[in-house]
């Protein structure tokens, strides 16, 4: 079946630094791969997403390329600020069967400090 | 505001009561489902409703009674929880087409004693 895996947390970074956060997927056909981000105490939001091979979803300054010849949709910010601190989930939803379910990964939490 | 309202915010009860969790979305979408969060855990899909129909059970305790009387509202009736069912429980809802993500509502911090 369709899986996600990310990277272990949590990932503490100082502010202005470069972030990654390293996401791998399983899935057959040609899945939409989709970032989410969950602040302290709330809900998922989307952050970005793409929808075919070699597509870039950005948003506020996060963005992520899906590529399919590493199954791989990674996210990067260039410059983090302690606001971003959140758990990041990177999660796909198929197109083929299983109801078009969104499977998520275990999340990332990111703690960015001063 | 997500668009996916969930009610109420917080909710403690105790092991015999009955309650109930109610997630409102008015965006047209035609898919709604319950999730769990718990501490160091997984997100655990709970319900699936799809077009009004429930279509997926994720081998949920029966003391967990999902409804969903239109596209718009769907309820999460709870009766006789553990202490362990204490976590964070998400509502979500989405178009059908597998190019929309869900949309997530704020969910219901649910502490049982």
């Keep these: 079946g369709d899986s996600v895996t990310q990277m272990e947390g949590p990932v503490t970074l100082s502010e202005e630094a470069f972030l990654t956060i390293n996401c791998t997927y399983t899935a057959t056909g040609y899945p939409s791969l989709f970032w989410y981000v969950q602040y302290p ?39 983090v600020q302690v606001s971003d601190s959140a758990v990041y989930f990177c999660a796909l939803r198929g197109n083929t069967g299983g109801g078009n379910k969104l499977t998520f990964g275990t999340g990332t939490q990111l703690k960015v400090e001063l | 505001e997500t668009g996916v309202t969930q009610t109420p915010r917080h909710l403690v009860m105790g092991m015999t009561n009955k309650k109930s969790l109610k997630c409102e979305q008015h965006l047209g979408h035609n898919a709604m489902y319950w999730y769990k969060q718990s501490a160091k855990k997984p997100l655990e899909l709970m319900f ?29 009736h709870l009766h006789t929880l553990q202490p362990e069912d204490s976590a964070l429980y998400l509502c979500a809802s989405s178009l059908l087409q597998a190019d929309h993500g869900y949309t997530f509502g704020s969910g219901t911090r649910l502490t049982v004693v």
């Design chain 1, 41 to 79: 105490g709330e809900g998922l939001q989307l952050l970005l997403k793409a929808t075919k091979a070699d597509d870039k979803g950005s948003n506020k300054g996060f963005e992520a390329t899906y590529r399919k010849e590493t199954t791989s949709f990674h996210l990067e910010k260039g410059s």
């Design chain 2, 48 to 76: 699936v409703y799809s077009l009004e129909e429930r279509v997926e059970n994720n081998s949920v305790p029966s003391r967990f009674s999902p409804e969903c009387p239109n596209s718009s509202h769907l309820f999460l």
